[in-house]
């Protein structure tokens, strides 16, 4: 599912074409969103895009944000610090969105808008701490959910989101605004809404008695495979890489 192992090449495209045909991709992907958005009879609005540029270099990146997309999301943080220095010169917010080893807290932190990934208690307490020292205001955060229960992945256990979230309340330094999934490897859509469709019931079941100071209005959720089921499942996040690149290349 999604965008794992999509790789491109800028090769000879044109800077022009290039910029072209990403902005239609964008603009294909809008068209989606809205579309998955009023079947569900919600608001396109309310949903928001985070493009995945963990496969592609600085011009394609570049590409996609004068096309007007400029929420990014990076895997990986060295390449979210590289890609960071490389376009400063542009208005982007960056999403980290893979998992965040404790030692590269620090240097992460100050260049992120939000921190999507947050899939244990030690590394939110990093976090914390290191938010104190580091930035001026509150960092948002989702929880990470392991919401299909695989071994492989990171995340808390759906579980043990609700004891969490009470030691979560007394972070002075970040903030919790919701929860964020990744669909089961294999299984396909049907596999996919119902993963989900358990992590809206999980917010929503929390939502109902959540603590001061713990927002749980968003969910990130839906990459380029399946998207548009977990907009009309209720994500106010998707997090889309391949679909923006499409016919990009050599």
Not at 53 to 77: D, F, H, I, N
Not at 155 to 162: R, T
Not at 180 to 190: K, N, P, R, V
């Amino acid at each position: 599912m999604g965008d794992f192992g999509f790789t491109l090449f800028l090769g000879q495209t044109s800077m022009s074409n290039l910029t072209a045909q990403i902005a239609e991709n964008l603009a294909d992907v809008r068209r989606r969103i809205a579309e998955a958005a009023h079947r569900a009879g919600r608001n396109a609005a309310d949903v928001q895009l985070v493009a995945v540029t963990k496969y592609v270099g600085a011009a394609e990146t570049r590409a996609l944000v004068e096309a007007g997309c400029r929420q990014l999301g990076e895997s990986r943080p060295q390449q979210l610090w590289q890609k960071a220095a490389e376009l400063k010169d542009l208005p982007i917010q960056w999403h980290m969105i893979g998992h965040l080893q404790r030692n590269k807290v620090r240097r992460t932190l100050p260049l992120l808008a939000m921190l999507q990934s947050a899939d244990s208690p030690r590394l939110i307490e990093e976090i914390e701490h290191a938010a104190a020292e580091e930035l001026p205001a509150r960092l948002p955060i989702l929880l990470e959910v392991n919401i299909s229960a695989e071994a492989a992945k990171h995340g808390f256990e759906p579980e043990a989101v609700e004891l969490f979230l009470a030691r979560a309340a007394r972070c002075e330094h970040i903030e919790v605004r919701g929860l964020m999934c990744m669909a089961a490897l294999e299984g396909g859509l049907d596999e996919a809404r119902r993963d989900f469709a358990a992590l809206r019931q999980l917010r929503d079941r929390l939502r109902a008695n959540c603590p001061e100071g713990v927002r749980l209005d968003e969910l990130s959720m839906g990459m380029s495979g399946d998207y548009e089921v977990a907009i009309e499942e209720g994500a106010t996040i998707v997090r889309v890489g391949s679909a923006l690149f499409e016919g990009v290349g050599p």
